[in-house]
């Protein structure tokens, strides 16, 4: 089993390919699950702390916004964690304010400098693409080893 | 600041998509009951949630899979179900989270196509996907829209 990293991040349709062929998907549900269930002080709605940014200083500099550090404080674990990493181009979902928009970018660049296979695909909106679209992820997968027949 | 102690601590929580015309959530809900009676299981519009110890998931996900394989689909979820940081009771208009699944939902039918053409095929070409990028729009296609708007509302 392999660790691969999707984007977008709270994709559903790329998580429950790569579960179904064996190998664990990286997203960013994982990362708030922890947060979640770790008991300390409140803060709500998220669990983020003062602390998440001075983490995310692993990934971005300083004068990067905080709010990027804080969002990578819970990406970038992952991104250090996965194999291989699966990103779905120009997703409409994937937008969204100073925030999210900037962490999107650095997310991408991250997988594609760190030298791990990375596979690019782009969302399936006939039958045909969804052959395709299927057909690439269990040829990318089945090249990392490890996963389901 | 108060003291924080989170419910369901050690669970984990799946989304089970449901978008098939052989089963809908209440047939998929009653075979979860049956096959998982200590997993806290909430059904939706779309499909379930359920929340339970990680093997105890895993394996109720293997089985309701294999009711619709091409048709139910699976992602892990960070919060438990009626959480009030996430749960629209509490907070008023869509959950955070739900335009995204929205918008994956509109095209799962093609995914759905895509997998059961992986389970059963049918020798049918497969084309390459794997180029990432919509093709740019030719200079002389985008000519062509030109005129053709032009002596519409010329």
Known sequence: MVKVFIYPTTSLILSDLVKRFGHEPLGSALGIRERIQTAGFESPPLQITPEEPKKGLHWAAVEVPSGVRGRMAIMGPQIDAADAAIIINDADLAFGCMGCARTNELLIYLLRTKGMPVLNLIYPTTEEEGIAFVAAIRKFLGSLGGGAP | ?154
Do not use: W
């Not at chain 2, 998929?28 to 998982?36: D, F, K, S």
């Not at chain 2, 105890?56 to 139910?72: L, M, S, Y």
């Not at chain 2, 009030?84 to 509490?90: E, H, Q, V």
């Open chain 2, 1 to 154: 600041m108060k003291r924080y102690i989170p419910a369901y601590a050690g669970t984990v929580t799946v989304y089970i998509f449901i978008e098939s015309t052989d089963l809908t959530p209440e047939d998929i809900a009653v075979r979860t009951y049956e096959i998982a009676p200590r997993a806290m299981v909430k059904e939706t519009c779309f499909g379930l949630q359920v929340t339970g110890k990680p093997e105890e998931v895993d394996g109720i996900v293997a089985k309701i899979r294999a009711f619709d394989p091409a048709h139910i689909f699976v992602k892990d979820r960070g919060f438990p179900p009626g959480d009030p940081r996430r749960c629209r009771a509490n907070l008023g208009g869509a959950r955070p989270g739900f335009h995204g699944h929205e918008f994956e939902l509109s095209l799962i039918g093609n995914v759905s196509r895509g997998l059961e053409e992986d389970l059963h095929p049918t020798g049918v070409a497969v084309p390459d996907a794997t180029h990432g990028r919509r093709p740019p729009l030719p200079v002389e296609r985008l000519k062509e829209i030109i005129e053709e708007e032009e002596s519409a509302h010329g």
